[in-house]
């Protein structure tokens, strides 16, 4: 009997070398892997991130990391916007969820009908399905950066993106959801899978309806962790967010002072709100300035240091670790998909006295 096999017919011989399931398969895995090797960026410089008109959104952008600009990736996005003075955007949404923190200016953005006023070092969450918008009502440019899974949802072929220009939130249609079929009716019988499928795939979604959306930056708490940083949730189930899987954190090194070592099986991106300093990643070292992007790609041991000797340095550290690092840990188990020394080497803060929060925050007028 005779089988069709890439376009050809194949009796019972022997494949030819390269032609079998196994060859094929390692060579497409391997082309990947050298791919995205080859893509690895460690710090993205401030000056190197060009920001464009985007009129379609009547707004401007500067790609850090994504296949937007000329450092694409497979996981997560981080993009510079800016808001001209006066100036509001057309509406929008798409199929992943995003977190947006303010650098400078002020404005607000509307999130599914809902204003969320913000000035500089306020994190926003957009999330996933939910229409927004943003606005900037001041006399001087508005800016922000923002991350998101975008590029995750693109490889798995999820993304989807819609604009609506100039619509008021009421006339725009709510996000997709499964539901039964109108031949089923009331007849959602428990004992049918079929039924308990769409069942449990229209309660599985992520509800975002009761989420926290704004963290502003006069009420955050800072605490001194074990690895030598004082950290500030921005973005976290802990503090109220219903997120796809992003958390965001402040990062305060004291001076001259460092993080203890680590490593993990999810990606890190860290913005350099303020000083400078360097980091080692794996067998290298990297400095960087306010500013720059700090990129830790998984599995890379890593440790951040302030090269100031009198003043602190300020990083945002963007995860998206309860969605891709979940899944990972469950694949992988039992691998350990964080890894710390024995003994954690972070330094000795005994005595020392941290600023206020609000020290080195841009002006709001």
Not at 197 to 209: A, P
Not at 258 to 271: E, K, N, S
Not at 283 to 297: H, R
Not at 315 to 324: E, F, M, P, Q
Request: hydrophobic residues 35%.
């Amino acid at each position: 009997m005779s089988s069709r096999l890439d376009g050809r017919f194949s009796g019972a011989e022997d494949y030819s070398e390269g032609a079998t399931h196994y060859d094929v398969q390692n060579k497409r895995r391997a082309s990947v892997v050298e791919e995205a090797r080859k893509r690895r960026t460690a710090v993205v410089r401030e000056a190197d991130v060009v920001i464009e008109d985007s009129p379609l959104r009547r707004m401007r952008r500067g790609v850090y990391m994504g296949a937007d600009g000329v450092r694409p990736t497979d996981v997560m996005a981080t993009d510079l916007h800016e808001i001209p003075a006066g100036a509001t955007s057309t509406i929008h949404r798409h199929s992943w969820d995003a977190v947006m923190w303010v650098t400078a200016g002020t404005g607000w953005t509307e999130i599914n009908g809902v204003r969320v006023d913000w000035k500089p070092w306020d994190t926003v969450y957009i999330p996933a399905w939910s229409w927004h918008r943003h606005g900037n009502e001041s006399a001087k440019d508005a800016r922000y950066m923002s991350w998101s899974v975008g590029p995750m949802f693109e490889y798995f072929g999820l993304a989807l993106l819609e604009d609506a220009g100039d619509e008021p939130f009421a006339q725009l249609p709510p996000p997709p959801k499964s539901a039964a079929s109108n031949l089923l009716g009331d007849r959602l019988d428990p004992a049918d899978p079929y039924a308990r499928r769409l069942t449990r795939l229209l309660n599985s979604r992520v509800d975002t309806s009761d989420s926290r959306l704004h963290t502003a930056w006069d009420d955050v708490t800072p605490r001194v962790t074990k690895r030598g940083a004082r950290s500030m949730f921005l973005v976290d189930e802990s503090i109220g967010y219903r997120t796809s899987g992003l958390t965001a954190v402040m990062h305060e090194l004291a001076p001259g002072r460092w993080q203890a070592r680590h490593r993990h099986g999810g990606d890190a991106y860290l913005y350099v709100v303020k000083g400078h300093g360097h980091s080692d990643i794996d067998e290298d070292s990297y400095t960087w300035a306010e500013g720059d992007l700090i990129v830790v790609d998984h599995w890379c041991w890593h440790q951040h240091f302030n090269d100031d000797p009198e003043a602190t340095t300020r990083l945002i550290r963007v995860h998206n670790a309860d969605s891709i690092f979940d899944l990972m840990s469950t694949l992988l188990d039992p691998l350990p998909l964080l890894e710390e020394p024995p003994q954690l080497d972070g330094p000795d803060l005994t005595g020392f006295v941290w600023p206020d929060p609000l020290d080195g925050r841009p002006p709001t007028d």
